[in-house]
């Protein structure tokens, strides 16, 4: 991950126009966006939050990524739209030898901010570093329940790989299938 800071110092922020004309910021996520990170994850309904694994809304939770942030372990992207975030994506990297060469995604988005590709936007933002940083393969675990997140992933490519059923449960205690979704970015060359 070494050329991991040249992509991100090249690369960002840049202004990009949503498929509404809408202006949007894009930039990795940086420590004095606490208040904003937080205010972004509390305007979220408790169903806009389902796919994710921790309890954004507590403060401390936040605190605790803020003061964790470490983008050669997970690189976080936010989408701003008049100084306030409308998106959140992340890369995370594996450490571990069998997956090195995978990262995977995350993705929320504002409401008021969907069906105008801010999703693709910021998905396509963190393939396009993956690919700079030789990952081969990204995957995205989404909850079955989400039709449009699961659509998203679809026309960006990616293939539902395996269905964990029952594998999540919501705040209200409802389980939920968790689909693994996989992207290939580069083929693999090896030899065994």
């Not at 992933?153 to 996989?182: C, H, N, T, W, Y």
Request: hydrophobic content about 45%.
């Amino acid at each position: 991950m070494n050329n991991l800071a040249e992509i991100l110092v090249k690369n960002y922020p840049k202004q990009v126009k949503l498929d509404d004309g809408t202006t949007v910021t894009v930039r990795p996520l940086l420590k004095d966006d606490e208040p904003a990170f937080l205010a972004y994850f509390q305007s979220l309904a408790p169903e806009e939050r389902v796919e994710l694994k921790d309890e954004v809304t507590d403060p401390k939770v936040i605190e605790n990524w803020m003061e964790n942030l470490d983008y050669d372990l997970m690189l976080p992207l936010v989408a701003l739209h008049e100084g306030r975030i409308v998106g959140a994506a992340s890369l995370r990297f594996s450490l571990s030898a069998w997956t090195r060469h995978q990262g995977q995604v995350n993705l929320s988005t504002d409401p008021r901010y969907r069906a105008k590709g801010l999703g693709t936007l910021l998905i396509q933002s963190l393939q396009d570093v993956a690919t700079q940083v030789g990952l081969e393969q990204l995957t995205a675990e989404i909850p079955l329940e989400l039709t449009k997140a699961f659509s998203l992933f679809e026309r960006l490519k990616f293939q539902k790989a395996a269905v964990l059923p029952g594998f999540v449960m919501d705040v209200a205690g409802r389980e939920s299938d968790l689909v693994l979704m996989i992207k290939p970015l580069a083929p693999a060359v090896r030899e065994f």
